[in-house]
């Protein structure tokens, strides 16, 4: 069964639409691990959009869990993840103008800069995982970077229109969970899994960890954050 990891950035999302002190993604790290979740998930974005680094500072000291921090492959981030030495860093794609991120790393085209990278990291005590799409080519580059997990891109999955193409995009998902875990590496899967969606991918065998953030923040605004984690455990089976 997955375990469950809270990404708590749209807290610090509505936070900075008013450039306040409220809501605070740090107490909201506490409720997420009092409602069970198994890890707290933080995207300090270069252009500090939501995470701020006095939040990552700060998580840093009271997560009790594991801290998952997303990051750009920059040199700036790499400075900061081996000062605040999260638990885990994962690697993820980033453009100024975009929402979210919409997909994951092209790692095959530049194996020899992630490497290198990634083995900066792990020197630091730092394991690493690679946010990759559902894609043989890039799992199999993902394992020549000496990464210790990929996080498998579950966007286009959940954002299929008709049965069939979910079904195919599951499909895709499944094939790349068990490639990577084949090769060695650990296996964790996220992007637009909700409530409705998640029980699909929650139920292939080699995937470890779920990691969702918009969708709890969003039920959390209606039900309280300690009951929005727990109805989500309860669709995962973490616990």
Request: proline share 3%.
């Amino acid at each position: 069964m997955p375990r469950l990891s809270v990404n708590i950035d749209h807290i610090a999302t509505l936070r900075q639409a008013r450039k306040g002190i409220e809501p605070d993604p740090v107490a909201a790290a506490v409720i997420a691990e009092m409602a069970g979740a198994d890890g707290i998930i933080a995207h300090l974005r270069e252009d500090r959009r939501h995470i701020q680094d006095r939040d990552l500072r700060l998580l840093r000291e009271i997560v009790q869990t594991k801290l998952n921090l997303e990051m750009a492959a920059t040199e700036e981030m790499q400075r900061i993840a081996l000062e605040v030495k999260p638990n885990l860093s994962t690697l993820v794609p980033e453009k100024r103008e975009e929402l979210t991120t919409e997909g994951g790393l092209d790692i095959a085209s530049r194996i020899d800069f992630i490497k290198s990278y990634i083995s900066r990291l792990q020197q630091g005590g730092i394991i690493v995982s690679l946010f990759v799409d559902p894609d043989e080519m890039q799992i199999a580059a993902a394992r020549k970077t000496g990464a210790d997990w990929v996080e498998i891109h579950t966007g286009a999955y959940t954002n299929a229109k008709s049965e069939k193409d979910r079904e195919r995009e599951f499909q895709k998902v499944t094939e790349a969970a068990k490639l990577a875990a084949s090769l060695g590496l650990r296996v964790g899967a996220g992007h637009g899994l909700n409530y409705v969606n998640v029980h699909q991918i929650a139920r292939i065998r080699e995937v470890e960890e779920l990691n969702i953030g918009h969708s709890i923040i969003s039920r959390a605004a209606l039900v309280g954050l300690n009951q929005a984690v727990k109805d989500m455990m309860r669709l995962t089976n973490t616990k």
